[in-house]
């Protein structure tokens, strides 16, 4: 169970740092062209809050497990995530787009937490 928690716990931190890194880099404006509508709603510093805290969970999945220092963090991270991804469902839901997206990495982040509890 331990490699499905790393590759799991890896491929959800690729995405979400890919996802927060592009919040934090580009200007909201340019967001919403390219295809995420719904940053045309929130202000400059929520998008960015949200982008810092995709890239804070990102580290925070893998980096305690790394290191050997509070592994219990990596769980925690993953639940997190799973917070974001939730408030994601809903904009996009009362947009009516897609959820599908957000959905999908929201339960994948809470089984990256229940598997990483059961390790801890």
């Known amino acids: 169970m331990n490699v499905v928690s790393w590759v799991l716990d890896a491929v959800l931190a690729l995405a979400f740092l890919a996802a ?9 404006a340019a967001l919403a062209e390219k295809g995420m509508g719904w940053a ?4 400059d510093g929520a ?10 969970g990102a580290l925070g999945l893998v980096l305690p497990k790394l290191l ?8 925690l991270a993953a639940l997190g995530l799973a917070a974001v991804m939730v408030g994601a469902v809903v904009v996009h839901v009362r947009r009516k787009e897609s959820p599908a997206a957000p959905a999908v990495l929201g339960v994948l982040s809470l089984v990256a ?3 990483g509890f059961g390790q801890v």
């Open 20 to 28: 927060g890194v592009m919040k934090l880099a580009q200007p909201r």
């Open 40 to 43: 045309a709603d929130f202000s």
């Open 47 to 56: 998008v960015k809050g949200i982008g810092a805290l995709e890239v804070v």
């Open 68 to 75: 050997g220092i509070a592994p219990v963090l990596s769980p």
């Open 113 to 115: 937490a229940i598997i």
